[in-house]
């Protein structure tokens, strides 16, 4: 049998696992399983914790559909709460290697739990070649991007380890989230597809995003989509740099934008539930 913890950030949901208690690799098939809500654990992806010598701990994040992520802060402040409650780590901070970069994690312990915790998320970037997005080498700041279905907008793409675009509204709609979601992560324009944050700006340092994120869909919450959107929120002079509060539908994140475009992420986590897979499922879905 297998052990696993489950976790959320704001409704975003992951279980975490450690190489060493699988019997092998994992196939596109076993995180499909694992993800399914019907037939499985049910959650919005997969926290694979690896070796590594780059950093204190390894990460590997997949998404429901078996695609690997470079990063997740939601995924991050989760990972960062297993490592410390289950007496993984012996500082409250420490480092994590991501295929998205290093980035350093600050647990808040209170009680011997972990219930907040701070990531440093890296430098955001607007440039085409390192979102990846195709054409000339420049930023990607309120550009026309015309959909497959006629729909014209004006989006503004960022990496911070992992690509966003971001489309400025001045009206959030679930259903034009759900809609264009899909158009516009697998735009041909986006080799790799990306995170879609439609955003509303509430005020110069508070913003009302919708998530469809690369892989899973319409989300509750997502860290990196909160970095992505806060700072191209600055970067188009809607908010100012410094604390930005994105507000989700799973609820609200604080990012710290500096003048460098380093991104700090401040947010709750809490863990739902600790298990086995059990031999039945591993014989079946795991090779």
Known sequence: MIPFVKGHGLGNDYVVLSEEDL?????????????DRNRGVGSDGILLRV??????????IFNPDGSEAEKSGNG????????????????????????????????HVRDGRVGFVTVEMGRATFRAPEIPMSGPDREVVGVPLQ????????????????????????????AACR?????????????????????????RDTLDILIWERGAGFTLASGSSSCGAAAAAVRNGLCDPGRVRVRMPGGELVIEVRPDWSLRLEGPVEE????????????????
């Open 23 to 35: 019997p092998g690799p994992l196939s596109t098939r076993a995180i499909v399983r694992i993800c």
């Open 179 to 203: 809609r264009l979601g899909p158009l516009v992560e697998r735009h041909p324009a986006f080799p790799n597809r990306t995170n879609v944050q439609f955003a509303r700006v509430h005020a």
């Open 76 to 107: 991050l402040r989760i990972f960062a709460k297993f490592l410390w409650d289950h007496g993984h780590a012996s500082a409250a901070t420490f480092t994590v290697d991501t295929k998205g970069g290093v980035v350093e994690c600050r647990c």
């Open 147 to 174: 959909l497959a279905d006629g729909t014209a907008l004006s989006v503004t793409a960022v990496s911070v380890g992992n690509p966003h675009c971001v489309v400025f509204v001045d009206r959030l709609d679930e």
């Open 51 to 60: 070796p590594t010598t780059r950093a204190d701990f390894g990460l590997r």
């Open 272 to 287: 739902v539930c600790r298990g086995t897979l059990s031999a039945e499922f591993v014989e079946a879905h795991l090779p």
